[in-house]
């Protein structure tokens, strides 16, 4: 023990102190240095592009500027950095074969920032789930869903999979589809649904309200009803739209068809008809 | 008639003084507001009729009291019982559509006298409590395309040359737009764009309110270079500042003006 104490104070107060300072004030500054460089590019970043730059910008200066930090205080330590570097090397490939989901999220994510199919605060539609960007990370974009659930969604599925951005821009198109009664006037049903639009303060006038008569359908002839909506009012006109055309139409009398199928009967002999319970309705 | 509108104007526009415990009902066209007082607290309603050309103006003193499920409770801590109602332009720009296009000849230049709805703004004192519209328009929006524009009111208009065929309605304030077609073709004129925020109220010894002079010269690309002439318009030179505009008209003015094309 003493022997080992006097070995380790010869070496304090010899040369490998003085290495052993060098190597600490070096981490010591290369630190301090390296969050003032990452402060400085978030800062600028900030400035001219979006938050999610400027975070991985701090990041990038901030590990890069520790990487040489280490790197110079370990050759101050008297290491060889070559051999450092090839078992760095050898290190690197296993640990790429081993990360290479994250690998491929990370640079996913890249892609996604740089491409900015959406930002912070906007509704998307991935798959089945949508929800509220909240965050946009190396790895994975979350998502607040309408419900108030967390979704965590890999980047490398987002930059392969379709996305929908509800809110991308300021107005949206609502269409409501509707079949109507083939006994109904095609005139009628278009005076009626054009003006339930136009009376509506929430409907845009323009782009204007527009009827298209889709096809005669199996239960009734089908009609498309689009209308445009602010993008913050949307779904306050989708629930009217409905029920005020729904009132209007039965204003009118005309009658939203429902599945139906008339028989014919192909034999000349008429078809039989039995009544199945007595005069009072009871089976 | 112009002499009883200016009164029943006034009784409108301007102070209102409400004893505790009791209410006032305020009609102006399509707007009903009741306006009931209790300690250091307003109670208000806001109704709105269909028609937003409805020229009535009633005051009622000692009204029922406004029904609970649509009011609104605004604390004053002043509690001097007084509001003020004075009239504003739309919190949006009114996008104009007349009835049928209008054509202008090149080089001509023309005015057109329209009106829009106005805001009342309730306040007491200095305190604005509330800011309701009179008739509320519809939306419309207005741009190049649906990806880029902007969200406006829509109103459908004569938009008359004369001024004196137009209807003086109390709620609804009179713009002038002078049109100036610099280009060599005729203009047909589908709809325009007044920016109505920009816009400051007068109302003229009648009781009826104007706002600043909008001019519009629109080069061969159709687009505007818009200017806002200040002060009260020539319809009406003596008429006095009643509501304030809600932002600077700008320099140079709006290059889409106009939706129109130059034929």
């Not at chain 1, 205080?73 to 760095?88: I, K, P, Q, S, Y």
């Not at chain 1, 967390?150 to 509707?178: A, Q």
């Not at chain 2, 004196?164 to 060599?184: F, G, H, K, M, Q």
């Amino acid at each position: 023990m003493e022997e080992w104490w006097s070995d380790a104070i010869a070496y304090v107060t010899g040369e490998g102190g003085a290495s052993l300072l060098r190597a600490v004030v070096t981490l010591v500054a290369g630190l301090v240095v390296a969050r003032l460089l990452g402060a400085g590019v978030a800062r600028m970043l900030s400035i001219r592009g979006t938050a999610q730059q400027a975070m991985l910008g701090r990041r990038a200066a901030f590990y890069a500027t520790l990487l040489l930090t280490v790197a110079s205080a370990l050759g101050e330590l008297g290491f060889n950095m070559a051999a450092l570097l090839g078992a760095a090397g050898v290190l690197t490939v296993a640990i790429g074969f081993a990360s290479q989901t994250s690998a491929a999220n990370i640079i996913a994510g890249l892609f996604l920032i740089g491409e900015r199919p959406f930002v912070l605060g906007d509704v998307i539609r991935v798959g089945a789930t949508t929800g509220e960007v909240v965050a946009i990370d190396l790895l994975s974009v979350k998502l607040r869903t309408f419900d108030n659930l967390y979704v965590r969604v890999p980047n490398e599925l987002l930059i392969k999979s379709e996305i929908v951005n509800v809110t991308h821009f300021p107005i949206r198109r609502l269409d409501v589809l509707l079949t109507v009664d083939y006994r109904a006037d095609v005139a009628t049903v278009r005076d009626v649904l054009l003006a339930v639009a136009r009376d509506e303060p929430l409907c845009l006038e323009e782009p204007a309200p527009a009827l298209i008569y889709l096809r005669f359908g199996p239960d009734g002839q089908e009609v498309q009803l689009s209308v445009w909506a602010a993008r913050a009012t949307f779904l306050e006109l989708k629930s009217a739209m409905h029920a005020r055309l729904k009132a209007a139409l039965d204003e009118a009398g005309v009658e939203i068809a429902f599945p139906q199928r008339s028989l014919h009967a192909v034999s000349s002999r008429p078809l039989q008809v039995e009544i199945v319970g007595d005069a009072a309705g009871r089976g | 008639m112009h002499r009883a509108m200016s009164e029943a104007t006034e009784a409108f526009w301007g102070d209102h003084a409400v004893a505790a415990d009791e209410a006032v009902r305020l009609a102006m066209g399509p707007v009903t507001l009741v306006l009931g007082r209790r300690t250091r607290e307003w109670v208000i309603t806001r109704a709105q009729d269909a028609d937003p050309l409805d020229p009535r103006i009633e005051v009622e003193r000692g009204a029922p009291w406004p029904d609970d499920e649509a009011a609104h409770r605004f604390m004053d801590t002043s509690d001097g019982g007084v509001l003020t109602l004075s009239p504003r332009g739309a919190d949006r720009a009114v996008i104009v559509r007349p009835r049928q296009p209008f054509h202008l000849p090149g080089g001509q230049d023309v005015t057109l006298h329209v009106t829009t709805p106005a805001w009342c703004v309730i306040a007491a004192g200095d305190t604005t409590l509330w800011e309701v519209p009179t008739h509320r328009p519809s939306d419309t929006w207005f741009g190049p395309s649906t990806r880029e524009g902007e969200l406006c009111y829509a109103t459908r208009t004569r938009a008359s040359v004369d001024l004196d065929e137009l209807p003086r309605l109390p709620a609804r304030p009179v713009t002038s737009v002078v049109i100036r077609n610099a280009a060599a073709g005729t203009l047909e004129i589908v709809r325009f764009r007044i920016p109505t925020p920009a816009l400051r109220v007068y109302q003229a010894d009648d009781g009826s309110l104007f706002t600043e002079t909008v001019e519009v010269a629109v080069t061969e690309e159709g687009a505007g270079q818009v200017e806002v002439r200040p002060g009260p318009p020539d319809a009406a030179p003596g008429a006095v500042l009643v509501g304030e505009r809600r932002e600077d008209p700008g320099g140079g003015g709006i290059a889409r003006v106009f939706s129109a094309l130059v034929s």
